[in-house]
């Protein structure tokens, strides 16, 4: 089940308005036919015209990737549209999307949305872009950012996962993980396009260890008020025992394309530890910096920060379920989250 959920109150003191929209916890946007399949992922974009769409990682398709939508705030969901892969085979998995709020290269006019998946068939991982001109009902294969190796996470293997796209000054930032690199069994790399959706600029590296093993993976990226980014990731390295372990990491940077020279930094509270599969983002409630705010994989809670990525984080219990890669998304005075369960 992939369930959602719009939360307030989350940021308590600061949260003095209460927002428009009602708030609910664990609305079903989609439930597998098959009860043992387990949907993930979880990604949505709302449009100008208050709809929002949905998305998420299904291994039970065949060649396509569904999008839901709701026209009530999340209340609740219907199929909406699809993006179908032109080959056989291919799944389209580890999804993101981006409405694109301005024209972008000469094709593309503003209200494209833009989906960016890794498209994975037995011998190759593919992150390409799909972009739709009816806002999320149909969607055409424009381009192939990179490829990357058969799926399979052993190190030594080289596949490429997990796309997170960014708009910046008239420039598309894909970003995600890659295991290409013989000197590290995964990093975290980055491609930009300026003129288009199809002509994508070789990678540069965000994350990489001195230490072959260590798998930085799963990156998203936000916007901070002091025109700087966060990039939040899972930094796997081994532990005493010899097996992966997932604390989450962040970096700042003055510029979305530079992470590559910034420090790591462990996230954590005094108390918790969040574990696995970050997402970041940022709203302006919560006082002068505004808060960021990290979901994880493995706890309920949200872990926020009110001092631009320095200082403490605060561990924040919601309501809402745990589950792999949940998405956060600032609505005004909500926020909302969605994950499986
Ligand atoms: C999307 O494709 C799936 C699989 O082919 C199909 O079951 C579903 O009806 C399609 N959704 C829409 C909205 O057309
Ligand atoms: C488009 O969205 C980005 C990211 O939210 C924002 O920084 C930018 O100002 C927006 N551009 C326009 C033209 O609204
Ligand atoms: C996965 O990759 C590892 C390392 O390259 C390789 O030894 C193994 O055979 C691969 N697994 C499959 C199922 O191909
Ligand atoms: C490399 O990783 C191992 C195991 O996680 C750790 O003990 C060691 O300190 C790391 N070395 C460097 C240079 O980071
Ligand atoms: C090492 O990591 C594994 C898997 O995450 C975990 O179960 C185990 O408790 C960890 N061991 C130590 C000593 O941290
Ligand atoms: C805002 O962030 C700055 C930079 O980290 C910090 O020095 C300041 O204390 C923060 N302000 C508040 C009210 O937390
Ligand atoms: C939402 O679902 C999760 C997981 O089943 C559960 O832990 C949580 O209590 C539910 N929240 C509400 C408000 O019912």
């Known amino acids: 089940m992939f369930a959602f959920a719009l939360l307030s109150g989350l940021l308590a003191s600061a949260a003095a308005k209460s927002g428009p929209i009602d708030t609910f916890a664990n609305v079903t946007v989609y439930q597998p036919e098959d009860e043992d399949n387990r949907v993930t992922y979880a990604r949505t974009e709302t ?13 039970n398709q065949i060649n396509n990737i569904q999008i839901y939508r709701s026209q009530d705030n999340g209340f609740s969901w219907y199929p909406f549209g699809n993006a179908t892969s032109d080959q056989e085979g291919r799944k389209l998995l580890q999804p993101h999307l981006l409405y694109l709020n301005q024209s972008f290269g000469e094709e593309w006019e503003m209200g494209t ?12 991982t593919n992150i390409e872009i799909y972009a739709s001109g009816d806002l999320g009902e149909t969607f055409e294969h424009v ?8 799926p399979n996470q052993t190190n030594g293997a080289m596949p490429i996962w997990e796309p997170f796209l960014m708009l910046r000054d ?3 930032i894909c970003y995600y993980s890659d295991q290409r690199d013989g000197q590290h069994a995964q990093k975290l790399s980055h491609q930009t396009t300026r003129d288009g959706l199809d002509n994508w600029g070789s990678a540069v590296d965000d994350v ?3 230490n072959y093993t260590a798998r930085p993976g799963m990156p998203t990226v936000a916007k901070l008020p002091n025109n700087k980014w966060i990039l939040a990731y899972e930094y796997a390295t081994l532990n005493e025992t010899g097996q992966y372990h997932y604390p989450i990491y962040y970096r700042i940077s003055n510029d979305p394309e ?7 930094r462990r996230l954590v509270d005094t108390v918790a530890q969040p574990y696995g599969g970050p997402y970041v983002t940022w709203t302006p409630i919560g006082g002068v910096n505004g808060t960021i705010i990290v979901s994880d994989s493995s706890t309920n809670s949200v872990y926020i920060n009110q001092e631009l990525g320095e200082g403490i984080w605060k561990e ?17 005075y909500s926020l909302e989250m969605r994950g499986e369960g």
């Open 47 to 59: 449009l100008p015209d208050g709809n929002v769409i949905a998305t998420w990682n299904d291994y």
């Open 113 to 124: 949305v833009v989906l960016a998946v890794n498209a994975m068939d037995r011998t190759s």
């Open 143 to 150: 381009s192939t950012v990179a490829t990357g190796g058969a």
């Open 170 to 172: 008239n420039k598309l």
């Open 208 to 210: 990489v260890d001195r």
């Open 258 to 264: 530079n992470f590559g020279t910034e420090r790591s």
């Open 316 to 332: 924040v219990r919601t309501t809402a379920a745990r589950a792999y890669s949940r998405e956060l998304k600032i609505r005004k």
